[in-house]
């Protein structure tokens, strides 16, 4: 009864004291986690983002056709990609028979190829890519890839002719 | 102290609710890189996935669509389903069999189904299953694109089998998903 009758009394500090001291939690493990959990999604979410490339082909040849337009066959370069990783690529002269030629799709191979034909021939370069049933669908994606880094915007991907499948054979056979 | 455990905890709010549960796949597709840098659209987009083994995978991200896709399928194809079954159609959000195989499978346990090896939608000229799945799916939403995320060693047949596919059906803008990989600096 005394308790409730008294106004400020100082003998209640000692009570109270002992009420403050019991709120101090320590948040270090809990901040700690917090923050693992961070670092976690955000690496988690960043990754799963995904690019695209825009691929875009030719509707296919049926009787109703409108003529498919006309290329000068020295503006155009064929390329035929093999199995394990290997280019071979070839143009169309004017005159005399094309020569055959194998590369690589590193930096000095295939980019150099590309980059010396836009060189010569300008905008106009138009490229066969003409994949192997053999290759993987990587070189299929690092050609197209090539030709955005080299900035040749003309290109198809077509299917190879028996005629280049024996260009390819030869090749091999000579140097094997 | 309390302010930097607020923020935390905002934070880790703001990526919990942000970030998507990555469902398991039947197969996995490793994807080759690119310099490609445009991202792929979240909405209106029919994934097709092909395997190094060379199996067809089909992916729509949208539940509500998965379930119109396996009514009108079901319908049209005349492939009896009951309700259970086609609400397990519904939860699976990447899958590759023929449809043949597909009632059987979606009555089966959650055990069984982890150990079915799916081998993927028939892609041939005689049995091409997967234009029939295209086909429907564009019915609902025409404005579906088709999106191909191919495993780095897939042969390029299986690739030029879908293309070709695709490529009957008039759809010929297809989005290859790809990595990304730093342009080179010399050019």
């Given at each position: 009864m005394a308790e409730i009758n008294t106004g400020g009394g100082g003998d209640k500090s000692g009570?109270?004291?002992s009420k403050k001291m019991?709120?101090?939690?320590?948040?270090?493990?809990m901040v700690d986690l917090a923050f693992l959990l961070i670092t976690f999604f955000m690496l988690a979410t960043t990754l799963q983002k995904q690019q695209i490339m825009?691929?875009?082909m030719p509707p296919k040849i049926n009787d109703k056709v409108i003529d498919p337009p006309e290329i000068k066959a020295s503006n155009a370069?064929?390329?035929i990609l093999g199995k394990e990783d290997k280019v071979y690529w070839?143009?169309?002269q004017d005159e005399g028979q094309p020569e055959f030629n194998e590369t690589d799709f590193s930096d000095i191979g295939i980019r150099t190829v590309l980059l010396e034909r836009k060189q010569k021939v300008g905008d106009n370069l138009n490229v066969i890519i003409k994949p192997m049933t053999d290759s993987k669908y990587k070189n299929v994606v690092d050609i197209i890839d090539e030709l955005a880094i080299t900035g040749i915007n003309r290109y198809i991907i077509d299917k190879v002719t028996i005629n280049d499948l024996q260009l390819v054979a030869a090749e091999n056979?000579?140097?094997? | 102290m309390t302010a930097m455990c607020d923020m935390a905890f905002l934070l880790l709010t703001f990526f919990i609710l942000t970030a998507k549960m990555k469902t398991p796949e039947p197969a996995s597709f490793?994807?080759?890189?690119?310099?490609?840098?445009?991202k792929l659209p979240e909405k209106d987009v029919i994934r097709l996935s092909i395997s190094d083994q060379g199996g067809v995978f089909f992916t729509i991200g949208d539940q509500g669509l998965r379930?119109?896709?396996?009514d009108v399928y079901s319908k049209t194809y005349r492939m009896p389903l009951s309700d259970k079954q086609k609400l397990e159609y519904e939860l699976m959000e990447t899958w590759g069999m023929p449809s043949s195989d597909l009632p059987i499978y979606l009555s089966m346990s959650d055990t069984k189904k982890k150990n079915y090896k799916q081998k993927g939608i028939p892609v041939d000229s005689t049995n091409n299953e997967l234009q029939r799945w295209v086909a429907v799916a564009k019915s609902i939403n025409p404005d579906l694109r088709v999106a191909i995320k191919g495993d780095k060693d897939a042969n390029y047949e299986h690739f030029q089998k879908v293309i070709d596919a695709m490529r009957d059906m008039n759809l010929l803008h297809f989005s290859l998903i790809t990595n990304l990989e730093t342009k080179p600096s010399n050019l």
């Open positions: 009570k109270k004291r019991s709120t101090k939690v320590d948040m270090t493990p825009q691929l875009v370069i064929t390329l070839y143009v169309i056979g000579m140097n094997p | 490793d994807v080759p890189s690119s310099v490609a840098t445009m379930r119109q896709i396996i």
